[in-house]
């Protein structure tokens, strides 16, 4: 039923787990069976949600088991540095993220090697979960003193600031982890990470599944290419892909050559379901495309791939393929590619954009590219996407030379697993059975725990900031009547009728006063040119003295012409006469300008 109607698959995951999970909504609801709860979750959708959080258990903290956090920090992350070198793009991949912690733990890991500006420069962190609402609260990135307790105290000075409910992770540093929905039995994995994080994750799954994602994660890895695993999970059935660096602390290596784009990462037939996963020709040919920043687009016009170079110049994540490409940011920065697109797939012609300029967010200096857009034409003739390419220009210094890879060892921990017999491997899949489910039920006692105490947290709490709101509004919208009643009473003391015009002589003030003269409300005149106005102010006696003064251009010095002494009709047939007087209008930091006019009714001759 959830698949069908809601698009979530739980077939992958333990039996047992599910069963217990769903029989905590069952016990709640005071519901006998699973038909009883079938027809109650058809009457009430919220319902639904409630058992997402239920089966969906996010249970994290940060430096969750500090032991094997320090052994990632002294085994793997300078083998992983010292065979990347200087300068290289680091990807890393937190897979089942939950609400982030794991992911700022690593980030800080890395940043505190790497330091501040390396880590901006080259980390990238994907982390992906199934819960669309944990990946909200990790993009906040706000944690509680409760959260940051595992956070030694210089960390949490160096990585946190503090803000309204608890301390946020570094903003400069947030911008190099993306989160984004993946379900790891159906969607494609992450390509050419380095590092992968799933702690705690494999040991929800049935065996049969475990070996599908066991599969995607070495596709996932580049080589060499680190996998970090939680406490309750072994590897020991998949030698062929991955080789213990310490079994204790569940950090495992890659296996094999790497991956070449004509392997898939699932057996064949199977699909992503809602995921766009693209065409894996298409696909082999992104991941080839080296240094140069490409994007595909299908022939519809979504986005089909992107290859790393262009991940990160335009800070693309999966979450992107197959999203409207004119619904996304680089359809027109650096340049305006739309009009571009529809003209190739007009003329299923190339065409070149050169020497396009552009300044990255936070860039100090300004880029070139030359962009080339290509139409993709089958062998039958026919266009079945766009190319797009963009060729970094831009001089710059070529990076060191890569650091001579260091010789790895294989640690004891192999030794270890050489030196099993046959009766461990015989009992090894019973044992590691009964030891995830026992670490599930202990995460699910965790989660109902912290439940409980979030509860009462946010009930604590709920009438201070219920009460801080009011008083907030209060304040507000007293300000906000004050600087009302100044600007009025300021305008109404200029004169009898006040004007404001810009420099192409559209109304930008009309006072109560003009108002009250021409019978004219400001909806009416606001944005509308003087001269285009149905009123009885003879404009085409007060133009040579307006223009000069909006001609000059915003730079001018501020400056007041000689007034003029005008007969009008006011708004009830009459005549009257008018001292008008100008003044030029400068807006500070603002390329506005315009004029003032001030009105003041003289009495009759």
């Known amino acids: 039923m959830l698949k069908e109607t809601r698009g979530f698959d739980f077939t992958g995951y333990k039996r047992t787990t599910l069963m217990r999970r769903i029989g905590r909504r069952l016990?709640?609801?005071k519901l006998r069976d699973y038909e009883e709860y079938r027809d109650y979750l058809e009457l009430e959708p919220e319902e639904f949600g409630l058992l997402f959080d239920s089966l969906l258990i996010n249970v994290t903290s940060f430096f969750r088991d500090a032991a094997a956090w320090q052994t990632l920090r002294e085994a793997v992350v300078p083998a992983l540095l010292s065979t990347k070198g200087p300068g290289k793009a680091i990807r890393v991949w937190s897979a089942g993220c939950a609400t982030g912690e794991e992911a700022y733990s690593l980030a800080m890991v890395l940043a505190g090697d790497l330091g501040m500006d390396e880590f901006r420069e080259r980390v990238k962190i994907y982390a992906t979960d199934l819960d669309e609402k944990a990946l909200q609260v990790a993009r906040t990135a706000v944690y509680t003193d409760r959260h940051l307790g595992e956070v030694p105290e210089a960390m949490r000075q160096t990585y946190f600031e503090?803000?309204?409910g608890g301390f946020a992770f570094r903003r400069d540093l947030r911008r190099q982890l993306i989160f984004g929905r993946n379900d790891l039995t159906r969607d494609a994995p992450i390509s050419r990470v380095d590092l992968l994080l799933a702690r705690n994750t494999l040991m929800y799954f049935n065996t049969e599944t475990q070996l599908n994602?066991?599969?995607k994660f070495h596709f996932a890895l580049g080589n060499p290419g680190y996998l970090f695993l939680g406490?309750?999970?072994?590897l020991l059935n998949h030698g062929d892909k991955f080789e213990p660096v310490d079994l204790r602390m569940r950090l495992f290596r890659k296996v094999g050559p790497p991956i070449t784009g004509s392997r898939v990462p699932w057996p064949e037939g199977e699909t992503s379901g809602d995921s766009y996963t693209g065409d894996p020709a298409l696909q082999s040919a992104a991941l080839a495309s080296g240094p140069v920043a490409q994007l595909v687009l299908d022939r519809v016009g979504n986005l089909a791939l992107v290859n790393s170079r262009a991940e990160v110049l335009f800070n693309l994540t999966p979450r992107d393929i197959g999203r409207p490409f004119q619904d996304l940011e680089v359809s027109y920065r650096p340049a305006e590619l739309r009009s571009v697109i529809e003209q190739v797939v007009a003329d299923l012609r190339?065409?070149?954009?050169?020497?396009?300029?552009?300044?990255?967010?936070?860039?100090?200096?300004?880029?070139?590219?030359?962009?080339?857009?290509?139409?993709l034409i089958s062998a039958g003739g026919d266009l079945i996407g766009i190319g797009i390419n963009f060729h970094d220009v831009t001089r710059y210094s070529r990076l060191r030379d890569e650091l001579e890879q260091a010789n790895r060892e294989l640690e004891h921990a192999y030794e270890e697993l050489q030196s099993l017999n046959e009766e461990l491997e015989t009992t090894n899949e019973e044992l590691q059975s009964t030891n995830e489910e026992l670490e599930t039920t202990n995460e699910e006692l965790q989660s109902t725990n912290e439940e409980l105490e979030t509860m009462n947290e946010e009930l604590q709490s709920t009438n201070d900031e219920l009460q801080q709101i009011n008083e907030?509004?209060?304040?507000?919208?007293a300000e906000l009547d004050r600087a009302n009643d100044f600007i009025s009473s300021v305008v109404r003391s200029l004169g009898d009728a006040v004007i404001v015009v810009d420099s192409g002589l559209r109304v930008l003030v009309w006072s109560p006063g003009a108002e009250d003269l021409w019978g004219l409300r400001p909806d009416e005149t606001v944005g509308r040119q003087l001269t285009a106005l149905d009123i009885g102010l003879p404009v085409e006696e007060l133009l040579p003295r307006l223009r000069p003064l909006v001609e000059t251009g915003p730079d001018a010095g501020a400056g007041r012409m000689d007034g003029a002494v005008v007969n009008a009709v006011n708004r009830r047939g009459r005549t009257t006469r008018l001292d008008v007087a100008f003044s030029r209008l400068r807006a500070e930091n603002s390329p506005l300008h315009g004029v003032i006019m001030v009105m003041n009714q003289l009495p009759q001759e």
């Open 472 to 477: 907030v509004l209060n304040t507000r919208s």
């Open 162 to 164: 503090p803000v309204e």
């Open 27 to 29: 016990e709640a609801l």
């Open 213 to 215: 994602i066991v599969r």
């Open 231 to 234: 406490k309750a999970e072994m």
């Open 350 to 375: 190339a065409t070149e954009l050169q020497d396009i300029t552009w300044r990255r967010p936070n860039a100090a200096e300004t880029s070139s590219f030359d962009i080339s857009v290509i139409p």
